[in-house]
Every structure is written in structure tokens, then in C-alpha cells.
């Protein structure tokens, strides 16, 4: 990402491969991938396929416990139309024939071993991203959103050790109608939050209560968890105290832009805002401790994907083009940003010399090793019985070994 070159096209199937989901470990050891039906694990160094299965349908892979398991969770008859046209009318209709079975499987990491799987029943919303599985902040409990007997939205929590069932939270205190996404709280490991096109609710799991609500919200949070983003689609950019549900600041003012898609988030390190909208084609970042604009930078396509660096120094942006581009966060405020930059590839004159000098030293460091395992199993071989003619030999009568590095 910092030189934004190729390192490897990796294809279990070369005809026709369809990759919808990965991720890469911590480490950067493993990839796992979801590639035309099958479950697949990839060792990153050798780019050899160490794990496959089949598991069709996946509609959401995370890692866990720090990138020994995989959390994966598929729906094989989510993609078929003619189950998709029949929901979509049950759901017109009001009946409850739209429900579909997903199945959540937890592997171990490169074995692939499967620890524990379940099954749960969801519900099919039109206009609707499938809501994905999260795990709570101390890793102890995998919450989902299921349905209820009366096919109505309610949370399950099960847990994240032996995939045993906890708990069944149902929503009828929230006046939720429809659950967009599940949010874990930084702060709290028992709490969760369900985000709705109006609001975003705070649910205990252990007490299975609502705990309070908070208007606007729309699902980014800070790391400790106290403050979030309201980002309305007709204009507008405010933070918000989670606590009270109050505005504390104002990015962008509420003007009437039209109705356009918005993605907004903080940064790793909650220095930073960034807002995309989809009329200007525009990413706009801004510093959270005063709210000034520091960059207004304009997309050549429409954007997919948006993601923080670890350190908070870089934003790596997917869109539709197929392009994957890594833009810096320079805030003149910090001195810092320019060594960044300094240091970067792009801005060194003789980084290819160097980058083919450092190819030629961990290819000759290759040779060495190579070398040094064949001179050993040949001495072995000859300094065994009945191997036939002994080797060279010196003046004290011990054997001489040879070895050639070209």
C-alpha cells in the first residue's frame, strides 16, 4: 500500500473465478477468501491454497482472536432469484414465508478445523445489505439478528467460546421497525447497539433491557466509545454525545443538497472525520478537535469502499472503476506527516534502484540456504555405508565440502 504495487493475483479456479469476500490476517501469513462457493484458506508467502471447502452463499467473513479463527457466516438460497421474487411478495403481503437459514461456522486458523457451527432463521428486507454477525468488545459472545415468532427483528446472542445458545433479546421496548446493522460498544462488553434509518438503540445482553436511545445516530463511534456521527442524506454533518444524544459539534451545517448516499467514519485513531457524498463525489476530512476542513479531495468514480489506516495517517479507497487508491491525511498542524511523506517511495528518486537491490539481496540470501542444505545431505549421503566412492578429502584426511553459489 505504501508503493502500490502487485505482489500477487491469487485464483483457485482460473476460469471463472468469482471472489466476493477476504481477509488477511494480523500477521499477514493468511488470506481467507470466499471464491465460487467454497471457503478458502491461502498461505500469503508460498500463495498455495492450504484449506478449502464448500460453503456456499457467504455473506460475511471476521476474524477472530486475533486471526486464529474465522467467523463465517452464508445463506445458500439468499442469491436465488426465484427465492428472492417469492420473499419480496410474502414480504408485500405480510406473511411469513421470506424466512431464509443462515448458517454461522467458526474454523481454526491455517487448519481449518471447524469448532462450532449453528443455524438461524433471518428475514429478507428489500433494500437491505444482509446484517452481519458482530462480536461484543470482550470477545466473549457472537450477536446476530434473527427473527422472532412473529417474524418480527429481535437479537441473539451466542457464544463466541462453543457457539452455544445465551439468549434471545427481543426489540418491542425500541420501537425499531427495521434493523440496519449491529454495532458492538468499544466501552461496554455486555452492550450493543442496533442501528435503525431513525436512531440507534443501546441493548444490555445480559439484563436483555434497553438501555437508552439515541436519535440520529448512525453507527460510527469513537474508540472510547462516548461519541458518534449524524449524517443525514440531505446534507449535514454533526457529532454527537452518545450519552446524552446531544449535538457537541458541527462539521457541515444542514443544507439542502438533495438526497444522496453518505458514508461517513472516524479514523483509527479518532484524530480525523471523513465524509463522502455521492452528488459532490467528494471525500471532505476534518479535524475532530476543532472541526476545520483540512482536504476536499474529488473522486474519479463513485465510491465502493473507504477504510483507515491502523496508524490514522492514510485512507485506502475502493470504487466502481476497480481502482484501489491510498490517499494521505497531510494536517499542516503536524510536523510529523511531512517525514511521512518524505520517507513514502513515490517520493524517492532511485526507490527502484534500491527495491531491485533489496530483490538481489534476498535472492542470493535464497541461494546461500539452498546451497547449504544440498552441501549437507551430500556429505550425509557420502559419509554413509555403501555410497561407493568417498569424497574429496585433505591433508588431515577429513572431508572437504564444496559448495557453489552462482
Known amino acids: 500500500t505504501r508503493s502500490g504495487r502487485l505482489l500477487a493475483k491469487l485464483a483457485d479456479s482460473p476460469l471463472g473465478a468469482i471472489v466476493t469476500h477476504a481477509e488477511i490476517t494480523p ?15 491461502w498461505n500469503r508467502i508460498s ?11 457467504i455473506q460475511q467473513i471476521t476474524l477472530m482472536d486475533y486471526g486464529y479463527k474465522v467467523l463465517t457466516v452464508s ?20 406473511e411469513e414465508s421470506n424466512r431464509l437459514t443462515a448458517i454461522t461456522i467458526v474454523r481454526s486458523v491455517p487448519e481449518g478445523t471447524i469448532l462450532f457451527r449453528f443455524e438461524y432463521p433471518i428475514r429478507m428486507v428489500p433494500g437491505l445489505p444482509f446484517r452481519q454477525s458482530v462480536i461484543s468488545a470482550g470477545l466473549a459472545y457472537v450477536i446476530l439478528c434473527t427473527i422472532d415468532k412473529a417474524n418480527k427483528d429481535c437479537l441473539a446472542v451466542y457464544s463466541a467460546t462453543n457457539g452455544s445458545f445465551v439468549s434471545k433479546i427481543l426489540l418491542k421496548g425500541c420501537a425499531i421497525k427495521e434493523v440496519i446493522s449491529l454495532v458492538p460498544m468499544p466501552h461496554k462488553a455486555n452492550q450493543v447497539a442496533v442501528i435503525s434509518s431513525e436512531k440507534g438503540s443501546v441493548m444490555d445482553i445480559k439484563s436483555k433491557k434497553h438501555v437508552r436511545s439515541i436519535p440520529k445516530w448512525g453507527g460510527s463511534i469513537t474508540r472510547d466509545g462516548k461519541s458518534g456521527l449524524y449524517a443525514p442524506t440531505r446534507g449535514g454533518l454533526e457529532m454527537l454525545e452518545l450519552r446524552k444524544g446531544t449535538t457537541i459539534k458541527t462539521f457541515i451545517p444542514k443544507v439542502a443538497e438533495g438526497v444522496f448516499s453518505v458514508i461517513c467514519l472516524f479514523t483509527e485513531n479518532d484524530e480525523y472525520v471523513c465524509y463522502y457524498h455521492s452528488g459532490r463525489k467528494t471525500i471532505r476530512v476534518f479535524r475532530t478537535s476543532d472541526t476545520e476542513m483540512i482536504a476536499n479531495y474529488r473522486l474519479q468514480a463513485e465510491l465502493t469502499a473507504i477504510k483507515s489506516s491502523k496508524d490514522g495517517r492514510c485512507i485506502v479507497l475502493g470504487t466502481v472503476d476497480g481502482c484501489m487508491s491510498v490517499l494521505a ?34 535472492g542470493f540470501k535464497a541461494a546461500i540456504r539452498v546451497a547449504t542444505i544440498s552441501s549437507r545431505f551430500d556429505k550425509s549421503n557420502k559419509s554413509s555405508p555403501g ?20
Open 27 to 41: 500477521d499477514g501469513r493468511y488470506i481467507i477468501s470466499s471464491e465460487t462457493g467454497k471457503f478458502l484458506i
Open 47 to 57: 500463495e498455495q491454497v492450504i484449506y478449502r471447502d464448500d460453503q456456499p452463499g
Open 75 to 94: 445463506c445458500p438460497n439468499i442469491n436465488n432469484k426465484a427465492a428472492a421474487a417469492l420473499a419480496e411478495a410474502a414480504a408485500a403481503a405480510g
Open 329 to 362: 491525511i497531510v494536517d499542516p498542524q503536524k510536523e510529523e506527516m511531512f517525514e511521512y511523506l518524505n520517507q513514502l517511495p513515490s517520493r524517492d528518486e532511485n526507490w527502484k534502484a534500491k527495491l531491485a537491490k533489496q530483490k538481489a539481496r534476498v
Open 387 to 406: 555410497n561407493g566412492e568417498a569424497g574429496e578429502v585433505d591433508e588431515d584426511g577429513n572431508p572437504v565440502e564444496i559448495a557453489s553459489v552462482e
